[in-house]
């Protein structure tokens, strides 16, 4: 694959830019921020994309780092790069979201024609690896120098699985059939399937073993039920009588074994005294034998290294020849050194000493010439002073701020009733308020009343309507009855003409009652329609005097005596802030004026100053004044120390000038210091070896008599229990004997005693004074002995029946435990098939995975021997691509290596990934600006070798000096 060019249409700093890319090596030096990143992540972008983000992602996504710097602006965010693949000329024309990357749009050209033969996804279908791999081998970044192995380049090099259908790899298949064999017994086998069955056949197995000991048992109790059967007789009158003596004579019998015990122990015991007519040697005495017996072989080998050596006897008969007339005493050789030292040291300290603040003193003289230097108290007071100087100005802001006199509600409140009240204003409206209301509830029930009426009205407006329709059809039946002659006709019109006249008063009637009434009630309700009206124009005209508007007089009146009411609690609390405003500040400006007094005094101007910076300038005050004290002190000091050193000067001078003419050295060269020391050279040598023959002499004597001492002692310990003391070697022997004899006594000796106790308390307890007579048993005992004989027989036959009823289960969990058996067993071949599966595709793996690592070490090994990446020639790659080097003796990883020699490591494995991965299909390299922490000699094969592989590869390499630039020539 061959980069062409790419054309960016908006990406990071760049839009609307293009660039051509040429065969071998294309160099790019530009200053830092000059884009060398952004075009290596635009050609990576445009071949994996980008990933999408979410508005409260964390960090700084790629998607959000090179989104178009003029937020889009006219340009779109993204772009084309043009390449070579195969003989055909390949154009991706990729634009992104800003922020999801559904929104991206991709479209592929071949020789000018859309296609989708690279997928989704044209890096991961052009070079075979996700994006991942690919910025691993061929993306080396500045800041990136680590490579690691990744499951795409595993695939790559290894051609284990298709890349592309998704299957899972090796490494996971064996996972998976590990955990299905540990699903069946875990390691710890406690765990799964067959743990279970385990579990089951164990409880069959007790199961089982119960049953056959019952079972076992059944022939136990047949023979006991007979012997019962057979003793039945004999035991009516013996039984009692056996029992008593046999139990007396086993109690004598055991009484006698713990006698015949204690004689053995005792026996024993006296064997172990008598072969110690002197006593058993005691732990401190084998303690100190053995301590002994340990010292003597170390002491004699002191003794035969302690000879003082013939070369060295040799040198000091040399040395005590070569100066006959004898050395210096050491006392004058040390002093004589001490005082040319001491000089030198003096002369240093003269040169150092000196007042060096003269002038700084000066100027505080004149500052404190008139006054003083102020107390301490005066300070502390204040320091006090500021401190409540800073709560009173805390407590004015605090003051000022609970201060409703600012409040926008207070202000408005004081535009409202800038016009004062008068004092019956309120009274007079409440009085019309109450009006009002009375005015208003008339009204109401007179509209209750009036509707009640008419409906009542309407109820008794029937009564005429039905009367007039009577005398209608009676009127009209008279007609009819007319016209057919009938004689009823004239009853039958004069009672139509009645009941007419009738329903005619009572409309009459009823109309007259109904206007009277309503005249009245008409009247009223104007009455009370004008009293309402005037108190409400009343309530009105006064409240709009106070900005008060509105329809509901009622409504505003209230509003009007709780902003009143409200107003009134404002303005008191306004007058009292301002009264305790004024007292704080007050006594603040009180406060300040004495600090500043204070200040003025010592000459400081505090009048700007904030609190804080009052006690700031307090302590500089108080800084200066212990400046000017400690000047003072340095000042004197250094005089009386100056004074000190010249007179010890003077004195080191004779003494050394009295010294040096006793040897014969110059005083004034600089040999007398040499000769002085070739002098104590030799001096130290010869009592060096002097002291050595002594301390050697002395060593030797004394270890001598230590010998002697040692031997003494273990001969003296030895006869005082009455043995003659054994050679050197056998002394271990018999001190162990001594100690493990003298544990023998004791513990018989206790062992001894606890038998004797107990003989005696079984004695009390079990035997009597007279062995006890052959009893004669009466007809009564043997009756009761009988019927214990008949219980005993019937418990047996039931304990016999359930026993039986037990043992014929035995056959079916036999059954049970054979399954269980069969089931187990199948479990386990299954288990040891899926994890001989699992090692096998393990093992597979790894040989497949040596076979293809096997060259790429090989060509690492190449690469980081000529760029000298790792100190030393002993260095490792192991299958995950990590490096480690052999040194001082131990390995260590490439992270211990310094970041020149990482750059170089990470620049050798990624060229030896690359010629195994990309065997055929060559991709092109970007190289952004990784050599900058690389030494001269790595730099120049660095670059040389960025040229050699210019041949093979198209590289883009990025710098940001010509320093590290490279051509193609």
């Known amino acids: ?186 390691k710890s086998r406690k765990i799964g399937f067959a743990c279970d069955v385990e579990n089951e056949i164990f409880n069959i197995k007790n199961r089982l073993f119960n049953l056959k000991s019952i079972e076992d048992t059944l022939e136990r109790r047949y023979a006991l039920r007979s012997e019962y059967e057979r003793s039945f007789d004999s035991l009516k009158a013996q039984k009692k009588q056996i029992e008593t003596y046999n139990d007396w004579l086993s109690k004598k019998k055991v009484y006698e074994e713990k006698l015949a015990q204690k004689n053995a122990s005792a026996s024993k015991l006296d064997s172990i005294y008598a072969k110690y007519p002197e006593g058993i040697p005691d732990s401190d005495t084998c303690m100190t034998l053995s301590s002994a017996a340990s010292l003597l072989p170390e002491l004699r080998a002191k003794y035969a290294s302690s000879e003082f050596p013939p070369d060295r006897l040799e040198r000091l008969s040399i040395l005590h020849n070569s100066y006959p007339q004898g050395f210096p005493k050491d006392s004058e050789l040390e002093e004589l050194g001490s005082i040319i030292t001491d000089l030198g040291e003096t002369e240093v300290k003269i040169g150092n000493t000196g007042f060096r603040s003269e002038d700084r003193l000066s100027a505080l003289d004149e500052f404190f010439r008139d006054e003083g230097a102020p107390e301490p108290d005066e300070y502390e007071d204040m320091r006090e002073e500021a401190d409540l100087l800073l709560a009173r100005e805390k407590t004015i802001t605090e003051t000022a701020a609970r201060n409703p006199a600012d409040t926008p509600e207070y202000k408005r409140l004081c535009e409202k009733f800038c016009t004062p009240v008068p004092a019956d204003l309120t009274e007079k409206l409440d009085d019309e308020a109450k009006k009002y209301v009375d005015a208003e509830n008339r009204l109401q029930q007179l509209i209750t009343e009036v509707s009640g009426e008419e409906k009542k009205k309407f109820r008794i407006s029937w009564i005429p309507v039905i009367l007039m329709l009577l005398s209608v059809l009676l009127l009209g039946a008279g007609v009819i009855l007319l016209l057919m002659q009938n004689p009823a006709r004239v009853p039958v019109m004069i009672v139509g003409a009645s009941l007419l006249v009738v329903s005619a008063s009572a409309f009459g009637i009823d109309s007259w009652l109904q206007n009277r009434v309503k005249g009245s009630r008409d009247m009223e309700l104007m009455s009370l329609a004008s009293e309402k009206k005037k108190c409400s124009e009343t309530i009105l005209s006064s409240l709009a005097d106070y900005s008060y508007f509105g329809d509901d007089p009622l409504s505003l009146l209230n509003s009007f005596k709780n902003e009143r009411n409200r107003y009134l609690h404002l303005k008191t609390e306004t007058e009292k802030c301002s009264v305790k405003l004024a007292d704080l500040k007050a006594e603040a400006d009180e406060i300040r004026t004495d600090i500043d007094e204070f200040l003025g005094y010592h000459g400081i101007q505090s009048a700007l100053m904030t609190s804080q910076g009052l006690r700031s300038a307090i302590d500089r005050s108080e800084q200066i004044k212990n400046e000017y004290k400690r000047l003072c002190t340095e000042k004197s000091d250094s005089i009386a120390k100056l004074y000190v050193l010249n007179e010890h000067k003077k004195k080191l001078l004779s003494r050394r000038h009295t010294l040096l003419s006793r040897y014969g050295l110059s005083e004034n060269c600089a040999d007398s210091r ?56 056998g002394i271990s022997a018999v001190i162990h004997s001594f100690s493990a004899d003298r544990d023998a006594a004791s513990a018989l ?134 490096v480690s080097f052999e040194a001082a003796g131990a390995w260590h990883r490439d992270r211990s290596l310094s970041a020149g020699q990482q750059v170089c490591c990470s620049l050798a494995l990624r060229m030896s990934l690359i010629e195994s991965i990309y065997e055929y299909e060559k991709p092109f390299l970007i190289f952004d600006d990784p050599f900058s922490g690389l030494d001269t000699g790595r730099l120049e094969y660095a670059l040389s070798l960025l040229k050699k592989l210019g041949k093979d590869y198209q590289i883009l390499y990025f710098c940001c000096h010509e320093s590290r630039a490279a051509d193609n020539k």
């Open 1 to 186: 694959m061959k980069l062409i060019s790419c054309h960016i249409e908006g990406f990071g700093r760049y839009s609307d830019t293009d660039f051509s890319f040429e065969d071998g090596l294309n160099c790019f030096v530009r200053e830092n921020g000059g884009g060398k990143t952004t075009l290596t992540a635009f050609l990576r972008a445009m071949l994996y994309g980008m990933d999408g983000y979410r508005c409260d992602a964390r960090g700084f996504p790629d998607r959000m780092h090179y989104y178009p710097w003029g937020k889009g602006g006219n340009s779109a965010f993204g772009g084309n790069i043009v390449f070579e693949k195969d003989g055909s000329e390949y154009r991706i024309e990729r634009f992104f979201g800003e922020k999801n990357a559904k929104d991206d749009r991709m479209t592929v050209y071949r020789n000018g024609f859309p296609c989708t033969e690279l997928g989704e996804c044209p890096g991961k279908t052009i070079f075979g690896l996700d994006s991942d791999s690919f910025a691993r081998t061929v993306f080396f970044m500045c800041d990136d120098t680590a490579v690691e192995s990744s499951e795409g380049i595993n695939r790559a090099l290894t051609g284990m699985l298709d890349v592309e259908n998704g299957r899972p790899g090796a490494e996971e298949a064996a996972s998976k059939l590990r955990e299905k064999a540990y699903e069946i017994r875990a």
């Open 674 to 729: 040499e000769a002085l020391s070739r002098l104590v050279s030799l001096y130290n040598e010869f009592t060096a070896l002097s002291a050595e023959q002594k301390e050697k002499a002395a060593k030797r004597q004394e270890l001598s008599e230590q010998i002697s001492e040692t031997l003494s002692i273990i001969s003296g310990l030895f006869s005082s229990f009455g043995f003659d003391c054994p050679e050197e070697n």
């Open 749 to 882: 000796k206790n062992e001894l005693s606890e038998r004797e106790l107990d003989c005696e308390k079984y004695r009390i307890a079990n035997i009597p004074k007279e062995a006890p007579a052959e009893p004669d048993i009466g007809s009564a005992e043997a009756d009761s002995r009988i019927d214990t004989v008949l219980r005993n027989i019937s418990t047996l036959e039931r304990e016999i029946e359930g026993c039986e009823n037990e043992a014929s289960l035995i056959s079916g969990y036999e059954e049970k435990l054979r399954e269980a058996e069969e089931k187990l067993r199948k479990l386990d071949e299954k288990r040891k098939i899926l994890l001989c599966a699992a090692d096998a595709i393990e093992g597979a793996e790894r040989s497949i995975k040596e076979k293809y690592i096997a060259p790429i070490r090989e060509k690492f090994s190449g690469y980081a021997t000529k760029l000298g990446a790792v100190p030393g020639s002993a260095f490792s790659l192991d299958d995950d691509f990590n």
